[in-house]
C-alpha cells in the first residue's frame, strides 16, 4: 500500500520554496482569522516513491458578533441592558469616530462631548475582538429628542427616546409662555428654519 500521508499548513508561502515554514496539521488545531496554505505528503515505501501535493490557500474568516439589545437614552445618561455588562462595547455620537463605553457606572454611562439638554443619535456596537477572529457588530441606533424653551418660561417637555425603526410623538407646548408669541409647534432650529414638528405628531426613527 501507500505510504503514510501528513498534511502540513503555512501562514505564508515564499512560492514554495525552502523558506515557507511548514507546521504539522491536526484537527485540534484552531486558526486564527487569515490566509492560510496548505499540502499534503507521502511517505515513501518499498512500492512507492514519496510524493506531495500542488499547494492550496485557503481563507479563515472572521466571525461576527451578535448586535447589542437597544441601550435606554435618558436625557445625557445611557443605559446599556444589563446582559452587556460586561461586553466589550463601543459607541458612535452623531455620526462621529467610534469610541470604547467607559466603566459603566450601575449600567449607565454619559457619552463625552454631550451638553445638556441636547438632542442626539447614539449608535452602540460589540467591539470587534483583539485576535481578528470576530468582527465589530451591527451598530444598533437609537435617538433622543429634546426641547427647548427658545426664550419662553415655564415647563419644557422632557425629552423621548427610540431605536430606529420606532416612533415619538412630539409633546406638547402648552405649558410654555413667551411676551408677543403663541405657541405654534416646535422646530430643529431656534429661528424656525428647520424642520417644524407640531404637537401629538409621530416622528418615525431612522
Known amino acids: 500500500g501507500g505510504g503514510t500521508v501528513s498534511v ?12 515557507t515554514i ?33 499547494v492550496i490557500t485557503f481563507q479563515v474568516m472572521s466571525a461576527k458578533y ?15 441592558n444589563k446582559e452587556y455588562w460586561f461586553k466589550t462595547l463601543e459607541y458612535s455620537l452623531n455620526g462621529g469616530d467610534w469610541v470604547d463605553v467607559p466603566t459603566l457606572n450601575n449600567g449607565s454611562f454619559v457619552p463625552a462631548g454631550l451638553g445638556e439638554n441636547t438632542g442626539y443619535t447614539l ?10 477572529n470576530y468582527a465589530a457588530s451591527d451598530a444598533v441606533d437609537c435617538f433622543f429628542v429634546a426641547y427647548n424653551a427658545n426664550g419662553g418660561t415655564g ?32 422646530n430643529t432650529e431656534t429661528d424656525g428654519t428647520g424642520t417644524a ?6 416622528i418615525t426613527i431612522g
Open 123 to 132: 449608535s452602540l456596537r460589540v467591539k470587534a475582538s483583539t485576535d481578528g
Open 22 to 54: 511548514w507546521q504539522p496539521w491536526n484537527e485540534s488545531i484552531t486558526l486564527n482569522a487569515g490566509t492560510y496554505y496548505m499540502m499534503v505528503t507521502v511517505a515513501e515505501t518499498q512500492n512507492y516513491t514519496a510524493g506531495i501535493s500542488p
Open 8 to 19: 502540513y499548513y503555512s501562514t505564508g508561502i515564499d512560492n514554495g520554496t525552502s523558506d
Open 155 to 186: 415647563t419644557v417637555p422632557s425629552g423621548a427616546s427610540a431605536s430606529s425603526g420606532n416612533s415619538v410623538t412630539v409633546a406638547s407646548g402648552d405649558q410654555l409662555r413667551r411676551d408677543g408669541y403663541t405657541f405654534g409647534g416646535w
Open 197 to 202: 414638528y407640531a404637537a401629538g405628531s409621530s
Open 66 to 80: 451578535d448586535p447589542p439589545a437597544a441601550p435606554t437614552l435618558d436625557g445625557s445618561t445611557v443605559t446599556i
